[in-house]
Each structure stands twice: as structure tokens, then as C-alpha cells.
């Protein structure tokens, strides 16, 4: 008698429950069963002679996806960094370009709904270069636009280095999981990676500082500049997985945003989204999983084995 899984779907992780054999048709409609289901055995059998898959998209919550011995391993793992290894935004990056503003007298302040809109556009230069475009050049700023490229630079640079501060002095914790999820992929000799518009430095000091040397040592970082177009561009994922030599399709991304979800798809990777504080409300419709942190236990939401299980598209969304 052949042996498959009825599963649900809760934001694309699996529940599953056994089922005595006598008992599958008195089920109507199976989603009754299914929902009473929740709180039950994550995984076990039903055992029938035909297949019978049900996906359904919902909030996660308090779930855990355990690690299958049968699960392929992604090849490569790789994460955004602000918002996804640490919650950076509000009070990291938008708190550091105020002070820079403020230190070149400039006028000018993000509140935290404008930078919430502002963060639409990938890339710290690109931001201001967007906001000034729109709302006008501060009187200290340069005429040209070659000279306004090195202005630009000049408060990015000095942004970068009060970010920077913050990070070295662990103001700004890792976000929950992050940990246990890279340590996981090292585990298994699954490659990782974080790829981020944010700029190289700080990208750096977030994970020699929050993620420590030893971990630090065996990630790649693909930040900044190293491409010329930004998220959602699929530019930086392209190039990691070129660099790190796997096949894009056998890579697993996580990110917090709606334009590193486009980039991710766009090259042609699965994607996880871990919602933070200003992407909450984003879409999220073409993720193949959508969590509201990665968790350590008892509160975990997914681990390794559940990125992998990914690849294998068991999952309907």
C-alpha cells in the first residue's frame, strides 16, 4: 500500500496528521480536518492508493519545521542583511544618516514614516541621491552633478561609519534564528553568504560583530557596490552564485522586502521572507514562504531541512 503525506500549508509550512484508513471518507470537507489539525503531530502518514496534496497560505505562528534526514540541502544559503540578520532600519541606518545630515547642517531629517517609504529605493547613496532629486539640493550641496556624486559619497561614507559604531558597541542585536540557521548551514557544508545593497563595511561589521570571527571567517559578503545595479535587480545574487559556483536554482534566499524578493526571483532562486518592522505590509505573493523571523526553539519557524524541502516544491502556497 503506498504510503504519502497529506499536508497544509501554514505560509508554506508543512502540518501533517495520520489518519486511520476507515476514517479518510468521513471527512467533509477535509479542511475541517485540517484545521483541527494545528496543534496536532507535525508530521506521520496517511496511508492511501491515490495522492492527495493541500496547500493552504496563512500567518505562522509558534511553529516548528523539523530537519529531514531525507530532505535535500540547498547549495547555497543566502541572506539580505538589514531587516533579515538585524533589525537595522529604524534605529540603525535612519538614525545614522539623521546624524550625518545634522553634523553637515544640511536641514534635513527622516522621520520614521519617511525612511519607511524611502527604503522602496535600494542602496544608501541611491536614497539620498533620490530624496534630494525630489525635494531639492540642501544649499551646502554642489551644482554639478559629478560634484554631487562625491557629496553624496562623502555623507554615505560618514553615515557608514557611525552605523558602524552602533553595531561594534551591539546596540543592534541579531534578529531571532539567524544564528542557529547559519550554524546549521556550516554544519552541513551548505555555503553561506549575505548579500546586501547595504555598504561593504557595514555589512562586514555586522557579521564579525553579531555573528562572530569564527563564523565570520566562512561567509561571503557580496555588498555595496560590487554591482552596478541594485536590488531589485537580480545583479548581486547572480554574482554570488557564480562566485560561490552553484547553480542558482539550488539556492535559498532570505529576505525581509518586497525589492530583495524581486531580486531573488528574478534570479531565478527560492526565496523565504522574514517580515520586519517596515516591510510588514509589503507583497509577499510571489515568496515561496513567508514567516515573521526564522526562531530559535521552542518558538523556531523553520530551520535548514525546511530551506531544503523548498527545492523539492512540495509545498503550495
Not at 519607511?116 to 536614497?127: H, N, P, V
Not at 557611525?162 to 542557529?180: C, D, H, N
Request: aromatic share 8%; charged share 25%.
Amino acid at each position: 500500500m503506498a504510503s504519502i503525506t497529506v499536508s497544509m500549508s501554514l505560509t508554506s509550512v508543512p502540518f501533517t496528521k495520520t489518519l486511520p484508513r476507515t476514517s479518510l471518507a468521513s471527512i467533509k470537507p477535509i479542511e475541517k480536518f485540517l484545521a483541527s489539525s494545528l496543534m496536532g503531530t507535525r508530521t506521520s502518514t496517511l496511508k492511501t492508493s491515490r495522492p492527495w496534496t493541500i496547500g493552504l497560505r496563512s500567518v505562522s505562528s509558534g511553529i516548528t519545521c523539523s530537519t529531514s534526514s531525507s530532505s535535500p540541502l540547498p547549495s547555497a544559503l543566502l541572506f539580505d542583511c538589514d531587516g533579515v540578520l538585524v533589525d537595522t532600519e529604524k534605529d540603525g541606518h535612519r538614525i545614522s544618516f539623521n546624524e550625518t545630515f545634522k553634523e553637515r547642517e544640511l536641514g534635513v531629517t527622516w522621520d520614521v514614516d519617511l525612511y519607511g517609504e524611502l527604503l522602496k529605493i535600494g542602496g544608501g547613496k541611491e536614497r539620498m541621491t533620490a530624496y534630494f532629486n525630489k525635494t531639492g539640493w540642501p544649499e551646502k550641496a554642489p551644482k554639478s552633478e559629478e560634484e554631487r556624486k562625491d557629496f553624496i559619497a562623502s555623507l554615505h561614507k560618514r553615515k557608514t561609519e557611525l552605523f558602524m559604531a552602533l553595531i561594534e558597541k551591539k546596540l543592534l542585536p541579531l534578529r531571532p534564528g539567524v544564528a542557529k540557521l547559519i550554524d546549521q548551514a556550516l554544519a552541513k557544508g551548505v555555503k553561506v553568504a549575505v548579500c546586501s545593497t547595504s555598504n561593504e563595511k557595514a555589512v562586514s561589521a555586522i557579521v564579525s560583530f553579531l555573528l562572530g570571527p569564527e563564523r565570520a571567517e566562512k561567509i561571503d559578503i557580496f555588498a555595496g557596490d560590487v554591482v552596478p545595479r541594485k536590488k531589485p535587480d537580480p545583479a548581486i545574487y547572480i554574482l554570488a552564485a557564480s562566485t560561490l559556483g552553484v547553480d542558482p536554482s539550488s539556492c535559498v534566499v532570505v529576505e525581509d522586502s518586497a525589492i530583495g524578493l524581486a531580486a531573488a526571483k528574478a534570479a531565478g532562486m527560492k526565496c523565504i521572507i522574514t517580515k520586519s518592522g517596515y516591510t510588514a505590509d509589503e507583497d509577499f505573493l510571489n515568496a515561496d514562504a513567508v514567516f515573521d523571523f526564522i526562531g530559535d526553539p521552542p518558538e523556531e519557524r523553520f530551520d535548514l531541512g525546511f530551506c531544503g524541502r523548498l527545492l523539492e516544491k512540495q509545498y503550495v502556497s
